[in-house]
């Protein structure tokens, strides 16, 4: 009996991790990707600032065990080692506040904040947002604007829209139209609203290239780089994916790219599959790797491994550390 064959197209991770699984169960898997390497957003450099070389991610950097399970399963099944990493969160604001959250010294970084009346509003307004957000009774055309009206100022412009930017890289403007309860059900999934008790936090050793090797010499897997494809057409029996030097017939086919480019891939998508693909939005950031303390808080004691950055144009500046 032949086996069956799929085209992947995209190797992020859910393309690495179908093809994986696929290969496992007897399929033959061709994985096409445009770019010249695999692996998405799960990108591993190698810098040597002090002469040492070093495994560093850049794209991809941190997960934790409840809210990725299927990534914890597959590094376990390759016996991938990581190691607990911190999730700490800083901000410098341009107005020149500075506090992070990883114990009292931290938290009162400038000593003068405890004697200001706004900031002890904020860490109030922290205490009633993650205790009473799951219960909140969220229409879905809420936005999070209109649900920090009942919040003070300080924790809107100084808490809760910094973490948001900076884990969606997006600008506090756009987050702040962003669906309530969405928001806070991304919060719920990833622990995030509670003040103790958060899961930990991992990163895997050697880089996130270690899985994306495993994946790709798995047998049954063939890599293609450098080869995007630009239309799938889907027949009663089998897909032909088609590109600049491609014409491949295959039993089946996985999209695992970005939904507004799976909706560019289909010859003819159909109604459904047009309301879904369209309803996502996406941006760009740019990302420098640096060791520039300029780019950190002004105050050492403010340091975390997330610190949000602003600048007085309001624009978005996020180091993880």
Request: glycine share 6%; charged share 20%; with cysteine.
């Amino acid at each position: 009996m032949e086996k069956t064959t799929v085209a992947v197209i995209g190797s992020g991770v859910a393309g690495l991790g179908a093809s994986w699984l696929l290969a496992k169960h007897g399929a033959n898997v061709t994985l096409y990707e445009s770019a010249d390497r695999a692996g998405g957003h799960a990108h591993t450099v190698f810098p040597s600032p002090n002469g040492t070389q070093l495994a560093v991610d850049v794209g991809f950097i941190v997960f934790n065990q409840d809210t990725y399970p299927n990534l914890t399963q597959l590094l376990k099944f390759f016996d991938i080692s990581c190691r607990p990493t911190s999730m700490s969160f800083g901000v410098s604001m341009a107005d020149g506040l500075e506090y992070a959250g990883h114990g009292i010294n931290s938290l009162f970084a400038q000593r003068r904040n405890l004697f200001r009346p706004t900031f002890w509003r904020m860490l109030s307004d922290i205490q009633k947002f993650y205790k009473e957000a799951e219960t909140l009774n969220i229409t879905a055309d809420k936005t999070l604007k209109s649900m920090l009206a009942n919040y003070s100022e300080s924790f809107a412009k100084n808490h809760l829209l910094p973490m948001a930017g900076a884990i969606w890289s997006t600008d506090v403007n756009q987050v702040k139209n962003m669906q309530a309860q969405a928001f806070i059900d991304f919060f719920s999934n990833h622990g995030l609203l509670k003040i103790r008790g958060r899961p930990t936090w991992y990163t895997v050793e050697g880089g996130s290239i270690s899985y994306i090797n495993k994946v790709l010499t798995t047998p049954g897997v063939n890599l293609k780089l450098r080869s995007e494809i630009k239309n799938i057409e889907r027949h009663s029996e089998h897909v032909v994916v088609i590109g600049d030097d491609i014409n491949e017939k295959f039993d089946q086919v996985v999209i695992a790219t970005h939904s507004d480019q799976a909706l560019k891939l289909l010859s003819k998508p159909s109604s459904a599959e047009k309301k879904i693909l369209k309803e996502f939005e996406y941006s760009k950031s740019l990302a420098y790797l640096h060791y520039d303390k300029r780019f950190m808080p002004r105050n050492p004691r403010a340091w975390a491994s997330w610190n949000y950055i602003e600048n007085h144009s309001g624009e978005l500046c996020v180091s993880y550390w």
